[in-house]
Nanobody, 117 residues
Framework: QVQLVESGGGLVQPGGSLRLSCVASGFALTLYTVYWYRQPPGKERELVAQITSVSGSTKYTDPVKDRFTISRDNAKNTAYLQMNDLKPEDTAMYYC??????????WGQGTQVTVSS
């Protein structure tokens, strides 16, 4: 069974930190690029960060650059998104997605991140 499960979301104050996890099952994450997307309430889904397979090169959208860090642990079939210095505008449902050349994209169910004082 192919599945992605995100966890680690929650309610935090501005300036706080959260670490999101994305656990893959039913396939080997090693060969997949991992993407973290987010969708704020009432807004379009946007790509936050990505990390490639093999090389592990990363990219970030400008609003989160230098605050968020995407990583992966292929042995654990898990990807992470470390989020520091969170801001209210980071509030969104966060989704993990994976894609390889030879397969369709897979999506998790999402985990809610709320940044509020």
């Amino acid at each position: 069974q192919v599945q992605l499960v995100e966890s680690g979301g929650g309610l935090v104050q501005p300036g706080g930190s959260l670490r999101l996890s994305c656990v893959a099952s039913g396939f080997a994450l090693t060969l997949y690029t991992v993407y973290w997307y987010r969708q704020p309430p009432g807004k379009e889904r946007e790509l936050v960060a990505q990390i490639t397979s093999v090389s592990g090169s990363t990219k970030y959208t400008d609003p989160v650059k230098d605050r968020f860090t995407i990583s992966r642990d292929n042995a654990k079939n898990t990807a992470y998104l470390q989020m520091n210095d969170l801001k209210p505008e980071d509030t969104a449902m966060y989704y993990c997605s994976t894609k390889s050349v030879g397969d369709r994209a897979y999506w998790g169910q999402g985990t809610q991140v709320t940044v509020s004082s």
